[in-house]
């Protein structure tokens, strides 16, 4: 199989339908006939990193790249860049607005499941800059 | 196992969508309002038991596979909501009773 490098804008501006993207991966895997984990766990690591540049960072800009071996997410924002990655990654921690707490985000659970759901993730940022995640998934 | 018409004839509830749709197995449930919670730890045949109603509700049942949603204490899911599960083939259940109560109902039925 050919590698396949799908491209999409993340609108900030919408947090209501935010996921799209993800969600569009997660057709294309499956009309690829990948297996019900793999395309499980790239829909949850994706999503979560998705609404995290809406939230916090006001959207950006998600790569897919599809290869036989696995998936490769890239989520690039130009946002207010992250403090404390270590900090960050703990279960719990959250900087999120009230009215995102209101809607069920907010427990600092995102980036932890990131983690948890993939084989390697990793976190560039710089302050005022933005931040880039790298997330791999193997099949 | 029982799916997700058998568990809804089974327990009383009430479609807001799917009820036509495939019913898929369901083993047990995962009840939380906090849906980062609910992506990383509920299980692919778990049911959402929840009273959170909008529309990243329905995003997070679909991106983390599960069988249904089920909206307790007879809280209605918004427009938005309601679309994005029609479109994405979600089975959108209520129970009229608080989450507590609605858990008991289903242990107890698929514990048979
Ligand atoms: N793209 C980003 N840009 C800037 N800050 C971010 C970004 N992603 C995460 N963060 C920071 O890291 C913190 C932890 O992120 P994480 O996804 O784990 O939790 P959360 O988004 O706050 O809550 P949850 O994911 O449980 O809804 C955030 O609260 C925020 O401060
Ligand atoms: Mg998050």
Redesign the pocket.
Known sequence: MEPIILKYQVDGSDFSMAGEASSSVKKTLKQLGFSPDLIRRVAIAMY??E???V???DG?EATVEISQSGVRII?A?H?????DVA?????G????PDE?RNL???????????KKYSDDLKVE?ELGV??T?TIQINT | MMNVHELAAACGFTYFNGKELEARPVEGAYCCD????VIGRAGDQDALVTVMSNPNVIAVAVMADLPCVILTEGVRPDEKALEKARENDVIVLSSSEPTYATALKIGKVLAG
């Open positions: 979560e990193g609404i995290n540049m939230i916090h960072a950006g989520l924002d946002g207010p860049g992250i403090k900090l960050a990654m703990q279960e921690y959250s900087t999120a995102v069920g985000f907010g427990a600092g659970m995102g980036l932890p499941n990131i940022t933005g931040t995640l | 906090l849906l980062s919670w």
